[in-house]
């Protein structure tokens, strides 16, 4: 009987838990086929089957938090005698199921899915998993208006998908029900057979805000709704305290004139974004100032020799941020394929933990929502980051007229313990100059 066990992920992560099983015991397994992800408290992960055969035996459920090198399953023949499971009942709560007769093939047992011990939940109080929230997003319905099949009740994709199925509903009236807010599902469709139109959805959304100001103030109710800690909310909140009170922040902030980027993104060939350019102005700012690209080791400060970008990507519960690597040795066109790669694999939660860790410079960007400026906390061990807000047309003056121009705030958030601020100047200075005579 071979014992699957929950990988070592890199030495920054020490428990994980199962979000979902891709097999069922009694179906077979291929060495290196997919057969459970994880959540860590930075991304959701794929997992391999270390051993090909029957999984006889999923010891560790969904939503179950272990630590690393925990055995979660056993795999071998259909046959074969299953051990005993009390030894592994120390790290996780082995799952309930009935166990055939020695003599009995494992065919002729119905195996117990993972999900038979739960459901009974309502739809509102159930988990949803980080995939089914997205999809939920995307098909403008509320994922806890779903009542869940996965363990626990909670709420897995197909289940999302199935639910958004059962709406008739126009494109344009899904579109719209996503921008707004709206769960499509609860709109009453005046179209032919009760579809859901474009009017529906706006005279829903319309009802939503009138309902959101009252007449009067009503009376407290006292009531708290606790939303459990995630791993990822959990990590996130003890570095950023471990940042915020550890390191003296202080903020420099400069505008940036960002016509001459504009024009020159128009002539390339390539998809390149305003982020990626930024990027690629950070890089060269950072070899003119390296004490930038530097970290606080206690009794001296490390100048690294690479430039690490890491690349704060929002996600449904939480944030992360994978890193581009050596990204000084990159062209423009390399540094923005190897960013696109990156962002897309933390959305569909395929990153690896080398993929998130090494940085040694971040950059925030909240421009794509309306930010004209804000300042980021520091993403340790990093010594520096970098907020970037939206392009807006500004009213300016320049040599004695008024003119409109596209104006981008970026501030630089540093340690004082590693980066004056003359050099934190300096670098603005330097970045400002490169973005601004598109100089790439």
């Known amino acids: 009987m071979h014992e699957i066990k929950l990988p070592q992920l890199g030495q920054s992560v020490e428990e994980a838990s199962i979000i ?18 994880i959540q860590t408290d930075k991304a959701e992960i794929e997992c391999e089957s270390t051993a090909s055969g029957v999984l006889r035996k999923i010891i560790v459920p969904p939503d179950e938090l272990v630590p690393v090198l925990t055995v979660v399953a056993l795999v071998g023949t259909a046959d074969e005698p299953m051990p005993d499971l009390r030894q592994y009942s120390g790290g996780a709560s082995v799952v309930p199921t ?12 119905a195996p117990a899915p993972v999900q038979a011990t739960a459901t009974n939940a309502s739809a509102s109080d159930s988990p949803v998993s980080p995939r089914a929230r997205r999809v939920a997003s995307e098909l403008g319905v509320d994922p806890t208006r779903i009542q869940g099949t996965g363990a626990g009740g909670r709420v897995m994709e197909a289940d999302v998908v199935a639910y958004a199925g059962s709406v008739k509903a126009t494109p344009m009236a899904r579109r719209l029900a996503q921008r707004e807010g709206v769960d499509i599902a609860a709109v009453e469709g ?46 996130i909140a003890q570095r950023m305290c471990e940042s915020f009170f550890t390191a003296p922040h202080y903020f420099v902030t400069v505008e940036v004139d960002m016509t001459r980027a504009r024009q020159f993104r128009g002539t390339l060939s390539y998809k390149a974004s305003f982020n990626d350019l930024v990027m690629r102005a950070v890089v060269q700012a950072i070899q003119q100032f390296p004490q930038v690209n530097a970290r606080w080791a206690g009794d001296a ?38 960013t696109r790669d990156m962002t897309e694999k933390a959305k569909t939660g395929k990153l690896t933990p080398d993929d998130y860790s090494g940085n040694t410079f971040t950059i925030s960007n909240l421009g794509a929502f309306g930010v004209d400026q804000f300042t980021a906390i520091i993403n340790q061990p990093d010594s520096a980051i970098l907020a970037v807000g939206q392009i807006k047309d500004s009213v300016v003056v320049i040599d004695g007229g008024i003119q409109v121009r596209p104006i981008a705030k970026l ?25 601004e005579s598109a100089d790439f």
């Open 20 to 37: 979902k099983w891709c097999k069922q015991e009694g179906e077979s397994v291929e060495q290196g086929e997919t057969l459970f992800s």
């Open 98 to 109: 009935a166990q055939p007769a020695a003599t009995a093939p494992m065919a002729s047992v």
């Open 190 to 235: 005046s179209g032919p057979h009760g579809r859901v139109t474009k009017a529906d959805v706006l005279k829903t959304a319309a009802g939503a805000v009138a309902s959101m100001v009252p007449a009067a103030l009503p009376p407290a109710t006292g009531e708290v709704r606790r939303v459990p800690l995630s791993p990822m909310r959990k990590i």
């Open 301 to 338: 400060i490390e100048e690294l020799g690479d430039v690490n970008l890491g690349v704060a990507v929002a996600l449904p519960n939480g944030l992360i941020v994978p890193v581009v690597k050596r990204a000084q040795a990159m062209s423009l066109q390399e540094l923005s394929k190897a």
């Open 411 to 435: 501030t630089l958030s540093s340690d004082h313990r590693v980066i004056d601020g003359t050099v934190a100047a300096q670098f603005m200075g330097a970045l400002k100059k490169t973005l």
